[in-house]
Each structure stands twice: as structure tokens, then as C-alpha cells.
């Protein structure tokens, strides 16, 4: 035998009525509880001297055999556990129109088509603005690149070693793009450009050995023929002559203006002289500019300064240029993102053409199909097909605050259809729990989801019954937990029997009732109403559980029932509800049927 409660719930998830006044879970409560009926107990002797001029009739009920488990039932609506409502793309024509309400789908067949023309224009749009993107960011990629090439020119920087000369500029000056800085040359060579003979021409080659005479000097100093230039001069005796220039190490006396006559040593050793003579050059001279304008914010080298190549002979403020750079690399950021932005949009719009050839996603049964081959639909998201797949259904069941704490996920619950002829079972599953609590009529309640595997057999919509078994299902000698009395021995139940049984202890006199013999017993779990006896008494046993006070012979009978037990507590305070009744809302009664004393 079992000691099962069942809730009594209204149609749908609605939840069972409670008895009102304060409210503790499960398990806390019935251990208060436990604990105060054994106060209770404890204040039996004070209760007997307090009532002695009254007469006493002791109430009884009776030990079961049982379990502590509570059964919460109700009823609520199927609905499928996966079902999918498909919705048109937007107002383009339907195309195509393949499955009817009632048919059967297999994952990725055809339910309907869509015009997606729209599409392509979209993505073309959005090509177009690509393009123009792209051509702006080459714009700023340029921007930056000038810039990038104006800020290296801040720095000037010697291009070949040489003697600085003529520095034109001061720390602190402003100059504009053009201006002249310094001049450099190289005058470790001097180089003499002298006019030859056509008659010559035929004798004279690049690394010609040549004599060049500085006569201001008295110096000679040996060259060689670095280059020819087959030009037409004409001296004023009419010889037609060519350019030919010899390059020679210059001792460190020779400057650039001096005149030097030369000649050219053939290869039989003649030696060709010129017929017009030239002035010494500097191997290599360059005037050093600003390529671009600024403040001079420092100088590397003087005049006549020797300088390797690559030093750094001016550098120009390049705060403005900074600025421009960083403006221009936002701008390049922001049309780089653009582009993303852009190209997402197109990735987007070639995802949605499977909005437009829409597939099942799910085996089932075609449950609505709201559209027509041919027409358009009055609106973007408009119910097209619904789809259900018919294997598992779900219902959703309201618990009470004071039963949440035994629901469990994967916790089986008996779900029955009820017939005209038979009732059909199945078994569900809790596989969703919300601790989200909603409340009705000042009680908390907790939806869970109960999914039923029925292979099809149950359809959307249909009424069923679900019964979940909570709490300890084992069995075993259950006794009230109003008839545990807390003495002298110890936790004793009060037995009534014609004779002592062997296990009765002796007690002071006045706390056990005429009839009844103490019997110390040993407790295990209970819950708000019973309590289970794991030793001491057997099932069937009649047990006193409080007094009901009458008046004396003759005078007015006062029921001092509920209102007597609840003085009993320490502090007179008034006993906590539980729930009323048996686990679950189940009512009073002794499990397994009990009779009341």
C-alpha cells in the first residue's frame, strides 16, 4: 500500500487550490512540524492539570504501512516539440506553391517559391556602391602616399657625400616648396670639358689616358677620359670640333673656375691637344631645395662642412602633415568599413534567397498552407506553411511553490489520453523547469515543460492528463506526526491496548491517557502529516493523538479540538499551515485509509 496525495487541478494548467495562511516548502515544514508536535506532546502534562475539572476524550487515529510520495496531477494542451511557421520573404510573387495541408515532408523538400528578382537588384546596388568606394579609397590611398612622400622631404638629407657651401637658411625661418637650402659638391674630382678635332675622332675613347696643366698653380695632374659628347662647335677658325671631358683627383688645390689646359695621350703616344681649352668643375654640384614649405626646425651643417651621404642637413616642421595623415588614414578606415559593410549586405542578400526557395527544415506534417501560386502576398512576413513534426508533443504544467523543489529534469511522468472506448498511455519527460514563479490568488506557481515521445499517435491541441510522483516512494509503518509525544523516555507513541505491550515504558502520572501505554519508538523522513516509524510499533496500531475537552456533567459541551492542539505549542502561537491535509493538497484521512479515533 502507498500513500499517494493528489492534487485536484480545474481544466487546462490551472493550478490546485490551496488553503490559505503561511506557507513553507515540503520539507522544511514537516520538519517544523515534526518538532513542534513533539513540543506539543511535551505540554501534555500542563494540559491535563490546566483541564482537570473538565472531562477529556482522547482522539485517536491509526498506524499504516505506506510511502511518503505525492502524486501532482492536472491536465494540459499538446503542442509539438518542433514545428516551424514559415513566413513570405516579402511582397514578390509566389512562383511556386508545392505541398498541401495534411501532406507528410522529409527534411529539405520543396514547400514553396518566391520571385527573388529583388535580390539581384538589391546586390547590383550594392555593387554600384562598391565601386564607388573603392574609387574614393584609391583617392585617399593617393593622398596618402603624397603625404607620406611630402613628410619624408621635411628631412633633408645630403644625396652623395661633399663639401657643404652656401647655407641660405636659419633655424626658425619659414620657406616655401622650391626654396634654396645649401648647395653640396663633391670636389674630390675636378672635371675638364675641352673641344676636340673631328680629326681626332676616331683616336679618342672612354679611358683615354689624358695631362690636364693648371697653369695658376704650376700643377700637372694625369686623368682620364670620362666622357665624349659628339657635339658640332665651331671655333672662329672654323674647325669643327667635339666635347670631350677628362676627370682627375684634385690634390686639394684645384677649385672649380680655374683654367686647365689639356691633352690626350694616344694610344701610339701622340698627344692630341685641343682646339678650344676649358675651366676646372666640381665632379658633382647640386643645389639642395625645399621640396616642400615649412619652419626650418634645425640644421645639420656650415659652409664648407665635408658630409657623408644620407646626413641629415635640414629638417622642416611636420605637425600640419601629421594632421592630414591622420585625417586622411580616418577617412580610409571609415570607406574600408564601408566596403565590409557593403559586401556583408551582399552576402546577407544571397543568404536570403533561401527565403525565396524555401525547403523543410524538419520532417513532419504540413498543418496550413496560406498561399497561392500566382498571387502576392499583402505583406513581408506573412504565414505561408505551418509545419509540425508529430513525433514528440509537449505540455506545460503549473506547479505549486511547495512541490518545485521536486521536480526534477528527466523526472518521467505518466501522461493518459482519454477515449470514448479505452484510454491511451504514454510516459513524458520534464525536460524544461523555469524558477521563474508566476503568481494566482496569492500563490506562487513554477511551469515546467513535459515532452511526450508519441511517434505521431498524439495530435496539437488534444487534452491530456499528466500525474507526477514526487517525494520518498519507499515503504513502510507510517503514524501521524500529531501522535508523536516527546517524554521522560524519549520520542514515545501512546498505544491503546487492553494490556501493556512488552516495549511500554512507565511514565509520570497524568501524561498518557487512561487506556493507552507508552511506547517508545524511532523515527525516520516525514512530511507535513506523517511521519515514518522505523521501530517500536507495527501498522494497524490505534494511537492517541490529542484530547477534545468537554465541560463538566451538565454544563455547555466546548470543542477544544484544532484550537486545543494549536494552544499546546510553546508560546500558545498559532501551529504553521502546511497545506492542509495530506501531501499535495490530498486532504485528511491517514494514509492508506486509516479510520479516525
Do not use: W
Amino acid at each position: 500500500m502507498q500513500l499517494m496525495a493528489l492534487r485536484k487541478k480545474a481544466e487546462g494548467s490551472a493550478p490546485p487550490e490551496r488553503k490559505p495562511g503561511r506557507r513553507l516548502t515540503v520539507r522544511r515544514g514537516a520538519a517544523l512540524l515534526l518538532v513542534l508536535a513533539l513540543a506539543a506532546g511535551a505540554a501534555l502534562g500542563g494540559k491535563a492539570l490546566f483541564f482537570s475539572g473538565e472531562e477529556q476524550t482522547p482522539l485517536t487515529e491509526q498506524t499504516t504501512y505506506g510511502s511518503l510520495s505525492t502524486t501532482l496531477s492536472g491536465t494540459g494542451t499538446t503542442m509539438p516539440a518542433d514545428s516551424v511557421t514559415y513566413t513570405t520573404a516579402s511582397e514578390a510573387e509566389i512562383t511556386g506553391v508545392y505541398v498541401s495541408a495534411g501532406d507528410t515532408v522529409e527534411v529539405g523538400d520543396l514547400l514553396y517559391t518566391q520571385d527573388d528578382s529583388e535580390l539581384d537588384d538589391q546586390i547590383e546596388e550594392y555593387q554600384d556602391q562598391i565601386t564607388e568606394q573603392e574609387n574614393q579609397l584609391d583617392d585617399y590611398q593617393e593622398q596618402l602616399a603624397q603625404l607620406q612622400e611630402e613628410i619624408a622631404a621635411l628631412t633633408v638629407t645630403a644625396p652623395f657625400a661633399g663639401r657643404i657651401t652656401d647655407v641660405a637658411v636659419d633655424v626658425g625661418d619659414n620657406v616655401a616648396a622650391g626654396t634654396k637650402l645649401a648647395t653640396l659638391v663633391d670636389d674630390s674630382q675636378m672635371c675638364l670639358t675641352q673641344y676636340f678635332s673631328y680629326a681626332y675622332e676616331d683616336q679618342v675613347y672612354v679611358g683615354m689616358k689624358a695631362g690636364v696643366s693648371v697653369a695658376s698653380l704650376m700643377l700637372n695632374q694625369e686623368g682620364i677620359v670620362t666622357d665624349i659628347q659628339m657635339v658640332d662647335r665651331v671655333t672662329a677658325e672654323g674647325t669643327h670640333c667635339f666635347a670631350v671631358t677628362v676627370t682627375l683627383d684634385n690634390p686639394g688645390a684645384f677649385t672649380e673656375g680655374m683654367t686647365g689646359a689639356g691633352y690626350l695621350v694616344a694610344d701610339s703616344g701622340e698627344k692630341l691637344y685641343p682646339s678650344v681649352e676649358g675651366e676646372l668643375e666640381y665632379r658633382r654640384s647640386q643645389d639642395l631645395t625645399a621640396e616642400v614649405g615649412g619652419e626650418v626646425t634645425g640644421i645639420g651643417a656650415v659652409d664648407y662642412e665635408q658630409v657623408s651621404a644620407g646626413a641629415v642637413l635640414v629638417q622642416l616642421d611636420g605637425a600640419d602633415y601629421q594632421k592630414q595623415v591622420e585625417s586622411v588614414n580616418k577617412q580610409i578606415t571609415q570607406t574600408q568599413e564601408k566596403i565590409v559593410q557593403l559586401q556583408e549586405k551582399i552576402a546577407e542578400a544571397e543568404e536570403k534567397r533561401s527565403d525565396y526557395a524555401v525547403t523543410a527544415e524538419l520532417a513532419g506534417k504540413i498543418i496550413m498552407v496560406n498561399v497561392r501560386e500566382g498571387e502576392s502576398p499583402r505583406e513581408a512576413g506573412q504565414t505561408a506553411v505551418v509545419l509540425y513534426n508529430l513525433d514528440s508533443m509537449t505540455i506545460t504544467a503549473n506547479i505549486d511553490e511547495l512541490d518545485i523543489d521536486g521536480i526534477a529534469m528527466g523526472m518521467e511522468v505518466d501522461i493518459t489520453q482519454s477515449g470514448a472506448e479505452s484510454d491511451t498511455h504514454y510516459t513524458g519527460t520534464v525536460t524544461e523547469i523555469s524558477y521563474e514563479a508566476t503568481n494566482s490568488n496569492g500563490v506562487a506557481y513554477f511551469p515546467i515543460t513535459i515532452t511526450i515521445p508519441s511517434g505521431g499517435a498524439l495530435s496539437a491541441g488534444v487534452n491530456v492528463s499528466y500525474s507526477i510522483t514526487v517525494g520518498d516512494e519507499s515503504e513502510g509503518v507510517l503514524a501521524p506526526i500529531a501522535a508523536l509525544k516527546s517524554t521522560s523516555q524519549g520520542t514515545c507513541l501512546f498505544v491503546k491496548a487492553d494490556a501493556a505491550p512488552d516495549n511500554a515504558v512507565e511514565l509520570e502520572d497524568g501524561v498518557v491517557p487512561d487506556g493507552f501505554y507508552a511506547v517508545p519508538v524511532e523515527t525516520g523522513v516525514s512530511n507535513s502529516q506523517y511521519v515514518r516509524i522505523l521501530s517500536g510499533v507495527e501498522e494497524g496500531v490505534e494511537v492517541f493523538t490529542r484530547y477534545q475537552q468537554t465541560a463538566p456533567s451538565g454544563g455547555d459541551t466546548t470543542s477544544q479540538g484544532q484550537s486545543e492542539e494549536q494552544s499546546g505549542f510553546p508560546g500558545g502561537g498559532e501551529m504553521p499551515d502546511f497545506g492542509g491535509g495530506m501531501p499535495g493538497g490530498m486532504g485528511g484521512g491517514m494514509p492508506g485509509g486509516g479510520p479516525m479515533g
